[in-house]
C-alpha cells in the first residue's frame, strides 16, 4: 500500500527538520521504499507501522534512524576523476607552495559516506606527494549517518565497489584482500579520522582548512539552506583555501562571495578578496 498523504508529509518534516534533505512531492515512493527496508530491519512488516510507531513514542533513535534511512550514500573510488586531477595538478601543489613553513595540511570531507571520496585523497597524496610523508597531513570526514561512517572505518570494500574507479595497481599498493572483501592497509586507514557531523548542527574540529570537499550533497538541500552552510564554508576555509563541490553544484547564485577558479575540466572556489 502507498504511503499516506499524511504519513509522507510527517516524515518530510521531520527528516527536513533533523537533517535538512528536502524531499518534494514525487518522492513517495522513495520514502515508502526506504522505510519498508527499515521497518523490516526492525522486525515490523510496513512503513506505515514505523511511521505509527515513531508517532506514537516520538523516541530520538527511531527518528535518527528514519532520517538515516533518508541519506543517499552513493559515492565511488576518484568520482568524476576530474576533481583529483585538480588537486593533483593544481590545488595541492599551491598549497604546499604556501604551507612550506608551516608543514601542515588540513583537509576536511564533509558528507564523506563510506569513505571512498577520503581514502582516493589520502591515495593520491601518498602516490603523487612523498614528501609530505614529513608533514602533518589531517583528513576529517564527516557524515550525518552512523552507518556509512561505521562502514568507513573498517575501510572494507565489496569486488564491485574497488571496481568502481580504482586504478588496480592502486588495489594492489593500498589494499588487502580479507575474504571476499579488500582492506585498505592499515597505514592509508590512518590517515583519516571519520567523525559524525550534521552540516546543520554545530561545526567543530573543521576550522582551519586548507581543503573542503564538500560533494554531492548541497543538491538535498533548499537554497536557504545551501546559503547558510556556503556562509559556514567560508568561516571555517582558510583565506586561499580551496572549496570543492560537486559536478552538478556550484555557489554560483547562491553566494556570491566566492570566486571560481577554474582547474582543468572541472572548478574550485575560494573565498573572495584573496
Ligand atoms: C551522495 S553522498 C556523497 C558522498 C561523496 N561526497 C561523493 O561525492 O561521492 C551524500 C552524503 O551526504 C550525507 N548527508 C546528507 N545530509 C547530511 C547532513 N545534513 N549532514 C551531513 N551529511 C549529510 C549522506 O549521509 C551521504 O552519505
Known amino acids: 500500500m502507498p504511503i499516506s498523504p499524511t504519513d509522507f508529509d510527517f516524515v518530510r518534516a521531520m527528516v527536513r527538520k533533523e537533517s535538512a534533505i528536502a524531499l518534494d512531492p514525487g518522492k513517495e515512493y522513495l520514502v515508502e521504499s526506504r522505510l519498508t527496508t527499515l521497518a523490516r530491519q526492525l522486525g515490523l512488516v510496513t512503513a506505515d507501522q514505523l511511521i505509527e510507531e515513531v508517532r506514537r513514542k516520538p523516541d530520538n533513535g527511531l527518528r535518527y534512524k528514519i532520517v538515516e534511512a533518508m541519506t543517499t550514500n552513493e559515492t565511488s573510488f576518484f568520482r568524476d576523476v576530474a576533481p583529483f586531477d585538480a588537486l593533483r595538478e593544481h590545488v595541492l601543489p599551491d598549497l ?27 591515495m593520491l597524496i601518498r602516490e603523487h606527494f612523498p614528501a609530505l610523508a614529513s608533514w602533518r597531513v589531517e583528513i576529517v570526514a564527516t557524515d550525518i549517518s552512523r552507518e556509512v561512517l561505521d562502514r568507513a ?122
Not at 97 to 120: D, K, V
Not at 161 to 180: C, D, H, Q, T, W
Open 96 to 122: 604546499i607552495a604556501r604551507r612550506a613553513a608551516q608543514n601542515s595540511l588540513r583537509i576536511w570531507c564533509g558528507a564523506a559516506s563510506t569513505g571512498q571520496e577520503p581514502y582516493s585523497l589520502a
Open 153 to 274: 572505518r573498517t575501510g572494507r570494500y565489496s569486488q564491485l565497489e574497488v571496481n568502481r574507479g580504482l586504478p588496480a595497481s592502486m588495489l594492489v599498493k593500498y589494499f588487502e584482500k580479507e575474504g571476499i572483501a579488500w582492506r585498505v592497509k592499515a597505514p592509508l586507514r590512518d590517515m583519516v579520522t571519520f567523525r559524525e557531523m550534521n552540516l546543520i548542527g554545530s561545526w567543530t574540529g573543521v576550522d582551519n582548512a586548507d581543503i573542503v570537499m564538500m560533494r554531492n550533497v548541497l543538491i538535498y538541500f533548499d537554497v536557504t539552506i545551501k546559503k547558510q552552510i556556503l556562509a559556514n564554508v567560508r568561516r571555517v576555509l582558510r583565506a586561499d583555501g580551496y572549496f570543492m563541490l560537486g559536478s552538478a553544484e556550484s555557489t554560483m547564485n547562491i553566494d556570491d562571495k566566492y570566486t571560481r577558479v577554474p582547474v582543468g575540466r572541472t572548478s574550485c572556489y575560494q573565498p573572495l578578496g584573496l
